[in-house]
Structure formats: structure tokens, C-alpha cells
């Protein structure tokens, strides 16, 4: 999760580059000088304290400041990649590319990003070598953090690819793709059903992939295996395999992936096996599924979708004159979102997370080292069945003698400067050690831990009511209409199979969407400032579209042919003829051209017959039907 939110920002700021991109193409001479100081600042900085580190016998507090210099670095990827989409003109030249739904264009703008990471860890991987932080090639290290990008990436770029292919098979007329795309053109909450439903598909797959990604092998035969296989027995805990995963000894650490006994894969790094014994292993263990029988992942999966439900329908909240400010700028409307995401990834996210790897630690504390024939469950419950716990409150056994608490302890000595850092997801070591020696040796703290952790289950319950509250409250303007670029886009489809009628019905709840959201019917639709007529603006931008002479005639043609069908449905009949002639003049008389003129000829006959001309409608239709 630590690499989720920087690349879904750099994502979101790539696509939203493109929407008002700068300049007239990108400035190369200023890629470069940002290019070049940004790594060479990263050089700069990293060697200069790892020399002094060095001077001074590299105690943990001067690698724990190393190590946060190095976490600033890496962080201001993110600020030189928007400079690099705006004031220096990138976003310019991605705009320009071609390709399907602008797939490689915000893959252009979305480039600076991962090349602005490589150039960090290029800079201060020599810096980090000297100091023990990491080992072998650069070239090894690029491929560690490749691997990693790639978790991340993997489910955005698969759930992509389900979305492209159904929506193919939906232009393609393949039942029941086309009747389930009509239905989320037209509710925006089965849209969201069905993304959501793909989603939750593509991350229950996705651990098994993520071990081909990371290189992962199933954990071979031998006693550590038979003990963490007899663990999971003693708590319930189901799992596809158990997985080590090669780093060449740099990254000492565990994770579960995935939800159910078929899905969830739990790995280990080689660094954490080499480092640790087999006791504190399985306590490791022990905190991996902690997490799985708190059901963390799909709990975390529920707060991100209820928060970004509510978050779209909060636009409802904001006075209208505010709203139409917001969404007629892109940058602010990119801060906004930018905002919105630290707010709960960076804030809200990381306070729940802290607090329930808190509650895995203790899962991991009273879940090993128990006799035979003591339940796990039990344990749980009553804190102080647990032998050490007896042992602590009977003869003052020292709490660090629990295989977890030194697995911790292990884990921040091997790895330099880290057990006094507080990170997004996780209290530091020091902190973990301290609260868990205090949750051993006082029955108060176990109390409060408790009561807190109620109290927190409670606000999230509260917080979840919260915000379905406000995703709700935008079902009455769904009710109006349908989003009205999606109505568009049914229009420009039904025009395809030659069924003007089911185009003009599209286009007209369209537009009584667009009324309720503030916003035109059209291919590109934007902001209505408030009282303003949406029909007209509508028609504007469809009629400027038409006229654009980089698009292909056929496009064109459509848009002339929808802009025809709306007038017809205003009533303005003289106007919905001129334009329905002139979506046909548009094909030209070429053999291809004239081929596809089938729908616009429809189209006409349409508009004819609704002004009253059914002689001039018939002969639109002979001339469709052809020779």
C-alpha cells in the first residue's frame, strides 16, 4: 500500500493533464535541466549525509535521518511531474498522440513519473550501498522496485483491459453486453456496480498474479513449513500456499493477499527468513493472519469504495456557483481530488491502519507460544490465559522474551535507522515493542486497548453510514436522467446500427440529465454556469465539434446527425433539417464514404417526418435501403 498512493496521484494527474494541457509542445531544454537536477540533487544529498553517517560510526539515528532524506526524494517526484505536464509543456505533447480511448497519451503523461523514480534510486542507490542499506547491482535494485510498481499497477492495468473488452463486445452487438452498457449509460449507480464488480474480481485474482510478479515460489518441505502449516490449522486460517520471495536479502518482510482459502497467498522475503528464527517466524506468521481473520483487507476494501461514493456525490453539497467554479478548472479541480486523496490515504487511512496493525501485533502476541490443547480463540478473548502473560503478572518475566516482541526487535536491528520511524501504515518498532511490553504486563492497558479499539470499530460503522448517507443523496438527481456524456456516447452507438429513433430518445434524456447536473450533452460534456440554458449550450458545443476538421467525416457526420435529432426534439424543425443535409453532404459521394451513409440518411428521414414532410422522409429512406 506504501507506492498505492503516489502512483494513483501521478495517474491522476496525468489524465487530468490532458484536459487543459500547456504550451504548444514540450520544452526539451527544461525537461532535461529538470531531469538532471532532480537526480543530481538526489546525489548531492544522499552522499553528503552518508559521509557523514560514516564519519560519525552510522548510529541508528543518523540512518534513520538518511532514510527520510532518501523518503523526501522519492516524494518530490510527484511535484517535478507536474512540472513537467505543465509549466515545461509535456501534457502539450501527449495531447497531440492518437490511440484508443487516449490510452497512450496519459501513458505518455504519466511517463516523467516512474522515469523521475528511476533517476532517485539511481542517485542514491551508491549512497545507500555504502551505508549496508542495500546490496548487489544497481540493476537488481531497479528490478526490486520494477516488481513492486508493478503490484500496484498490475489491477489498474487488468481491470482496464475487463472494461475495454466488454465495452468491444458491447459495440460489437453481443447480447447481454449491449442491454447491461444501456443499463449504466442510464444509472449511474449500475455503472458503479459493475466497476466495483469487476474490481473486487480483478484484487481476489490478483495475489496469485502478484507472486508470478514478484517472483514468489512456494515455501519448500521442511520444519519451518510443517510449523506455520500447523499454526494456520490451530486458527482457522485458510490460504492457497505459503511463498518466498527472492529479493537478494534487502527487504526483510511478510505480507497475506487476497480473501479466502482458494485466493489468499501469505509470502516471505528470503531477508526475513535468513534473519529470523523459526519462533519468530511464526509469530510473524501470526501477525500475517491476524489480519486475514480481522478481515482487514476487505474492510479496507469497503471504507475506500463507500469514501470515493460519497466523494463524487458531494458536488450536491456545494452551492451551485461553486460547484460550476471547481469543475470548470481542471487544476482545481485536480487539487481538490489531489486534496481529497491525501486527506484520506495519507490521514484517515493511515490513523485506521496504524491502529488495526496494532491489533494484528496483539493477535501475534497471544496466538503463539500457547501449550497444547489451549485455544487461540480463548486466548483472545482472555488475554490472560496466555502462559507469558502469567508468567509477567506471577514473577515479572521479562515481555521481550515473546518470540513476536523479538522478531520486531530483530527485524529494527537488521534493518538500519528504521525502529524509531513512524511510517503511513505502521507505528514504528519502538513503539510496537513498547505498547506491546505494556499490553503484557498491565491489565489496564489490555482494557483500554480494548475500549479503544471498540470505540474505533464504532466511528468506522458511523463514518460507513456517513457516507452511504451522502452517495445516496445523488440518487434523486439519477432518477432525472442519465449522465449526459454517457447518453451521448449510447447515441453515437445506436446511430451506428441505423436506429435514429433510439438515438434521439438517448439524446433527449441525456439533456434532462445534463439539466440536473449542471452540465451539456455532447462527446466532451462540461459546466453550466447556474440559470444558463443547458439545450443551448448543448447544441454549441455539439455544432463545434462537428465543424472540427482534424476529426474523421464519419465522426463528424454523427455528431451533425445528433445535433439534428436534438434540434428535431426542441422543436426547431428548420434547423434539425439543415443539419441532418448536411450530416449526409459530410460522407461526400465516394463508394466507401457513401457506405456509411446509411445512418445519417436515416436521420433525416427522421427529422423530415417530425417536421411534417413525409414525401422527402420516404425518399431519405429509399435512398438508405440503396439500389
Known amino acids: 500500500m506504501g507506492n498505492f498512493l503516489p502512483f494513483v496521484a501521478a495517474l491522476l494527474l496525468a489524465v487530468l493533464s490532458l484536459d487543459r494541457p500547456s504550451g504548444d509542445g514540450a520544452s526539451l531544454p527544461g525537461l532535461a535541466l529538470l531531469l538532471g537536477g532532480y537526480w543530481a540533487a538526489g546525489r548531492a544529498l544522499s552522499g553528503s549525509l552518508a559521509a557523514r553517517i560514516a564519519r560519525e560510526g552510522g548510529d541508528g539515528r543518523g540512518l534513520g535521518r538518511f532514510r527520510r532524506a532518501v523518503a523526501l526524494h522519492r516524494h518530490l517526484a510527484l511535484p517535478a511531474h507536474a512540472a513537467a505536464l505543465w509549466p515545461l509543456g509535456w501534457s502539450a505533447a501527449a495531447a497531440r498522440l492518437p490511440g484508443p480511448g487516449g490510452a497512450v497519451a496519459v501513458a505518455l503523461a504519466f511517463l516523467p513519473w516512474p522515469l523521475l ?24 535494485s531497479l528490478g526490486r522496485s520494477a516488481r513492486m510498481g508493478g503490484l500496484v499497477g498490475a489491477p489498474i492495468l487488468l481491470a482496464t483491459a475487463v472494461l475495454v473488452g466488454a465495452a468491444t463486445l458491447d459495440a460489437a452487438g453481443v447480447p447481454p453486453f449491449r442491454q447491461v452498457a444501456d443499463l449504466a449509460a442510464r444509472w449511474d449507480f449500475v455503472q458503479g456496480i459493475l466497476v466495483l464488480g469487476i474490481l473486487a474480481g480483478v484484487l481476489s485474482v490478483f495475489p496469485v498474479m502478484a507472486m508470478g510478479i514478484l517472483g514468489a515460489r512456494p515455501m519448500p518441505p521442511g520444519p519451518l513449513r510443517e510449523r506455520l502449516e500447523a499454526y494456520a490449522r490451530r486458527v482457522g486460517l485458510g490460504y492457497r500456499d505459503l511463498f518466498v520471495w527472492p529479493t537478494g536479502g534487502s527487504l526483510p518482510n511478510a505480507a497475506v493477499m487476497g480473501v479466502g482459502r482458494r485466493l489468499r497467498c501469505v509470502v516471505f522475503t528470503d531477508a526475513l527468513l535468513e534473519r529470523l528464527d523459526d519462533d519468530e517466524v511464526e509469530a510473524v506468521f501470526a501477525h500475517e493472519a491476524g489480519h486475514a481473520i480481522h478481515h482487514h483487507i476487505p474492510l479496507f476494501f469497503v471504507f475506500t469504495v463507500v469514501w470515493m461514493l460519497a466523494v463524487a456525490a458531494s458536488e450536491r453539497l456545494l452551492p451551485p456557483e461553486v460547484a460550476f467554479a471547481v469543475r470548470s478548472d481542471p487544476v482545481a479541480a485536480t487539487g481538490l481530488v489531489l486534496a481529497g486523496i491525501v ?96 499490553f503484557a504486563a498491565e491489565p489496564e492497558v489490555r482494557e483500554r486497548y480494548r475500549r479503544r479499539l471498540r470505540l474505533l470499530l464504532g466511528v468506522l460503522a458511523a463514518v460507513f453510514a456517513l457516507f452511504l448517507a451522502a452517495a445516496a443523496a445523488d440518487l434523486p438527481r439519477q432518477f432525472e436522467g442519465p449522465e449526459p456524456g454517457a447518453a451521448f456516447r449510447r447515441a453515437e452507438a445506436a446511430l451506428l446500427r441505423g436506429e435514429p429513433a433510439a438515438a434521439r430518445e438517448w439524446l433527449e434524456e441525456g439533456l434532462r440529465g445534463g439539466a440536473a447536473r449542471g452540465s451539456t450533452l455532447g462527446p466532451d460534456p462540461a459546466p453550466v454556469p447556474p440559470g444558463a440554458a443547458v439545450a443551448d449550450l448543448s447544441l454549441l458545443r455539439i455544432a463545434e465539434e462537428a465543424s472540427r476538421g482534424d476529426l474523421p467525416r464519419s465522426r463528424r457526420s454523427r455528431f451533425r446527425s445528433c445535433e439534428a435529432l436534438l434540434r428535431s426534439a426542441l422543436g426547431r424543425h428548420g434547423e434539425a433539417i439543415a443539419a441532418a443535409e448536411d450530416a449526409v453532404a459530410l460522407l461526400g459521394d465516394d463508394g466507401a464514404a457513401r457506405g456509411a451513409a446509411r445512418p445519417a440518411l436515416l436521420v433525416a428521414a427522421e427529422v423530415l417526418d417530425r417536421a411534417g414532410r413525409p414525401a422527402a422522409a420516404a425518399a431519405a429512406r429509399r435512398d438508405a435501403a440503396g439500389p
Open 117 to 140: 523514480l528511476v533517476l532517485s534510486r539511481s542517485a542514491t542507490w551508491p549512497a545507500e550501498r555504502l551505508l549496508g542499506l542495500e546490496s548487489g547491482r544497481l540493476r537488481e
Open 343 to 438: 486527506v484520506y490515504f495519507g490521514l484517515l487511512l493511515g490513523f485506521v491502519s496504524r491502529r488495526l496493525e496494532q491489533q494484528a501485533d496483539v493477535h501475534g502476541l497471544l496466538t503463539t507460544g500457547l501449550p497444547e490443547g489451549e485455544e487461540p480463540a480463548a486466548v483472545l478473548r482472555e488475554p490472560a490465559r496466555h502462559p507469558l502473560l502469567r508468567a509477567v503478572a506471577e514473577s515479572g518475566a521479562d515481555p521481550g522474551a515473546h518470540p513476536f516482541v523479538a522478531s520486531l526487535e530483530g527485524l529494527g536491528a537488521s534493518m538500519g535507522g528504521m525502529r524509531e520511524i513512524t511510517g503511513w501504515r505502521h507505528f514504528s518498532i519502538a513503539d510496537r515493542v513498547e505498547f506491546l511490553r505494556r
